[in-house]
């Protein structure tokens, strides 16, 4: 199955399904400001032992974008809602940012549908209020200019010098995804991260989680994914060598971290 339009109860939702059917299925979760594009790589890898369905985020890519704000219970409700219209019961998740922050969201309040959590370069709370109602409020105000704005100052946060020196190509195609967001969408998601903080809950989690961290990430640090273990009961914890965007940046260490704990569970 290619990339299509999936009508939920919760709205059309752009979706990618591949790999070999009876497999288990692996959800992969973008981050702020990126397509499901952002998992080509992995999702090259890990179909080949498992179901992969990727999907925009609400409010990015061909995904709905209806006006905000959102809450981190509708991006999770959304998750479920894709896998009830695919008739799918359980699934392993992976997100990365903003998508580990849905997979966390899963594992407190639907860990009965996850075979497994994996929580990349993300924190049960991420950043400060303010600043992301800061954010969404320029965004509103500047539309598409300001996404072109965020565009060309979001590789700082990305990624690494030398991988921006290096690969100007990945990071020119990260740029064109930010660009690309309905700016509707980015501002909800925004507000949605400046809500949610999961620090008290996550302790409830049961579900086999895995957090991966990156060395040099600036936004979400290892020490948020040190918290995070501390926090949920067996959690594992890997550092890769890479920025914000690890899968891009560390894609063979992101890969044996993720198919090593997957193969656990």
Known sequence: MATQQLATTNGNFRIDLQGPEGAPVLVFSNSLG??????DAQARTFSKQYRVLRYDTRGHGASIANAGPYQFAQLGGDVLSILDSLGIEQAHFCGISMGGLTGLWLGVHAGQRLRSITVANSAAKIGAEAAWRERAAMVRANGSAAMQTLA????????TDSFIASQPQVVQTAQ???ASIPPEGYASCCEALATEDLRAA??????PTLLIGGSADPVTTVADAQAMQAAIAGAELATVPASHLSNLEAPQAFDLALGSFLQKH
Do not use: C, K
């Open 34 to 39: 990126t397509t499901l594009e952002m998992w």
């Open 152 to 159: 060309e100052s979001s590789p700082s946060r990305w990624f």
């Open 176 to 178: 064109a995804w930010i």
């Open 202 to 207: 996550i302790s409830s989690i049961q579900t």
